[in-house]
């Protein structure tokens, strides 16, 4: 009896003990899957974590699915819940090679098979009814795209957010050819870095040369992703297996994306919007005055309480169209595409179906000057009408002193590199720098389209940079940028081949000077400024004829703006007109597609 009592009364703290424990330990709700293991068609299992909603009234939801390279587990992804909360079963994944999922992370293409598979194994589960959308942003959103075009019939509508749909011109390249080097390389600093080093400091990487090892100098490992990618400066036949937009003619389902003026992918994501409205596709598109993080404030503007679009309740509104018209094996109706455009400075929203728009009246002012438009201190003038004078500005470009980057278009880290309209005025007082400003307006202008700037220009290297911002100076003098661009001159003709140019001898070039939507007010001037850098957004050009990336000497340009009646530079305005407009006259036969041969896709 002793015995039995003694084994009772052991037994008895056992189980008391491993009561408390438990009690004392994260306890997983009723309606969460947490680690569960998604198998892949080649064996890899991916983690991924399931919310469902609280309501027992069904058992069998449509499901949201969200595939991440940034770890499910991150506070950020506690937002995607708002759909659990309002009937939608949520799964939130690592995508392969990344945390808790199997395999090796590679090429972007891998979410494709992935998603497809994950997508077949949500529809098979007991509280899945068969129907997936799919939400998230910047690589959440282009995963999304490369699951589309896999066909999956679960699979009924997506929503990226600041995506874009080309893995050169969005992630490392530029429309001008040049290196998004300053969000590649902390992209790949943040986020490769083994766990057990130290993460180096942005400053200590940045200059590194030649760019091919920068890798190392950022991470302290070799990454084959940045190697490959710089030993392939030129679009072509290395990045079509990674590039989803020549394939957006195989989404076949309905799309509502989300953009940003001031994120990088801007472009992309209109690019995006006009092929599959082209091609008679459902899609619906918002364009705000936001960085690649929507909620992230300007310390300059703050475009008013417009500007803050509760995107979530956007999708979970369109989410529920699409799960109702799949539920009665109805047909979504095809609207005709729709454009949110956010028109900075009269702070509003308006619909469009077209992009660029189709009453645009493209309208030219000219670079003017005595010959001394070096800093906002100098003569740069811009004009309505093309000067007669044959003047010229001159300034040196020297790679070890760039022109520091100042907001615009950037990605991805606001603490480095902080995007927006900010003041340019620490730039503007440099020589190397050419200001050119017009008088103050008597009427507002509101330019929304792609923004180009024709220039006339020499250099006495083979090959450089020239860059372009158009820039709102207040009526206090504060010059706040709109929106910018560079172009390098052995990519003038075309991003497939480079082609150098001769020493001192006059080109025309085009600078795809971005997009936005913006109206310039009364009393407000309009400034372009040109210069060869904007760096770290942008490589710096060595002004040598070797391959950039490979390239550890520098040497100094020596650069020529000409402006006068046979080199008329200009940057060219995308005016919209008002109810009753003036005709405006459209200079250099600027049309949508005006310039450099642009890739096919």
């Not at 309740?313 to 454009?339: I, Y």
Request: with cysteine; proline share 8%.
């Amino acid at each position: 009896m002793r015995r039995l009592s003694l084994s009772f009364l052991l037994l008895s703290a056992v189980l008391l003990s491993a009561q408390s424990a438990r009690s004392d330990s994260p306890s997983v709700a009723p309606n969460e899957r947490v680690g569960v293991s998604i198998p892949m068609r080649d064996g890899v299992r991916l983690a991924a974590d399931i919310f469902l909603p609280r309501s027992s009234r069904h058992s069998r939801w449509p499901a949201v699915l969200v595939r991440t390279p940034y770890n499910r587990k991150l506070p950020s992804m506690f937002a995607y819940r708002y759909f659990a909360a309002n009937g939608y079963a949520v799964v939130i994944e690592d995508v392969r090679g990344r945390y808790a999922s199997q395999g090796s992370f590679g090429a972007i293409s891998q979410e494709g098979h992935d998603g497809n598979d994950t997508i077949n194994w949500v529809a098979e589960q007991p509280w899945s009814n068969g129907r997936v959308v799919m939400a998230g942003g910047s690589y959440l959103g282009i995963a999304q795209w490369w699951a589309a075009i896999q066909n999956n019939p679960h699979l009924i509508g997506i929503s990226p957010v600041c995506s874009g749909d080309d893995e050169y011109l969005d992630r490392f390249y530029s429309t001008g050819g040049a290196l998004q080097l300053g969000h590649r390389l902390l992209w790949f600093a943040e986020n490769m870095t083994p766990p057990s080093q130290v993460r180096s400091s942005f400053g200590s990487y940045i200059y590194h040369l030649p760019l091919r090892t920068s890798d190392v100098a950022a991470t302290g490992v070799i990454i084959p992703g940045w190697r490959q990618a710089i030993d392939h400066p030129s679009d072509g036949k290395y990045w079509q297996p990674l590039c989803i937009r020549d394939r957006l003619n195989r989404v076949a389902i309905p799309v509502l994306s989300f953009g940003g003026w001031f994120d990088n992918y801007a472009e992309s994501d209109l690019d995006a919007f006009s092929r599959l409205s082209r091609s008679g596709k459902s899609v619906e598109t918002w364009i705000g005055p936001w960085g690649h993080n929507p909620s992230l404030r300007f310390p300059t503007e703050s475009f008013g309480p417009q500007a803050h679009l509760h995107i979530k309740g956007k999708q979970l509104d369109w989410f529920n169209q699409l799960v109702t018209a799949s539920a009665s094996a109805e047909a979504v109706d095809k609207e005709p595409p729709l454009l949110h455009l956010f028109v900075m400075g009269a702070n509003i929203w308006r619909e469009e179906h077209e992009w660029p728009l189709a009453r645009t009246q493209y309208r030219s002012l000219y670079l003017n000057s005595a010959g001394h438009a070096n800093s906002r201190w100098g003569d740069g003038a811009l004009e309505w009408h093309a000067p007669a004078s044959p003047r010229t500005d001159q300034f040196t470009y020297d790679p070890k002193r760039p022109v520091p980057t100042i907001g615009g278009a950037i990605c991805c880290e606001p603490g480095v590199l902080p995007p927006g309209p900010l003041n340019q005025t620490p730039v503007e007082g440099r020589k190397d720098v050419l200001v050119y400003t017009s008088e103050p307006l008597t009427e507002p202008i509101e330019v929304t389209g792609p923004v180009r700037t024709v220039l006339y220009v020499a250099t006495s290297a083979n090959d450089t940079d020239f860059t372009a911002k158009l820039v709102d100076v207040q009526p206090d003098g504060v010059p706040l940028l709109v929106t910018d661009g560079l172009q390098r001159l052995r990519y003038r003709l075309s991003l497939f081949m480079p082609v150098f140019v001769a020493k001192n001898k006059p080109y025309q070039i085009t600078i795809d000077t971005g997009v936005t939507s913006y109206v310039f007010e009364r009393s407000h001037r309009i400034r372009l400024e040109v210069s060869s850098s904007n760096f770290p957004r942008f490589d710096r050009n060595l002004n040598t004829m070797q391959p950039n990336g490979l390239e550890t000497r520098t040497n100094k340009a020596h650069q020529t703006v000409f402006h006068e009646s046979i080199y008329p530079s200009a940057i060219i305005l995308p005016v919209i007109p008002e109810a009753h407009p003036r005709q405006f006259e459209a200079h250099h036969g600027l049309q949508a597609g005006y310039g450099k041969t642009n890739p096919a896709r």
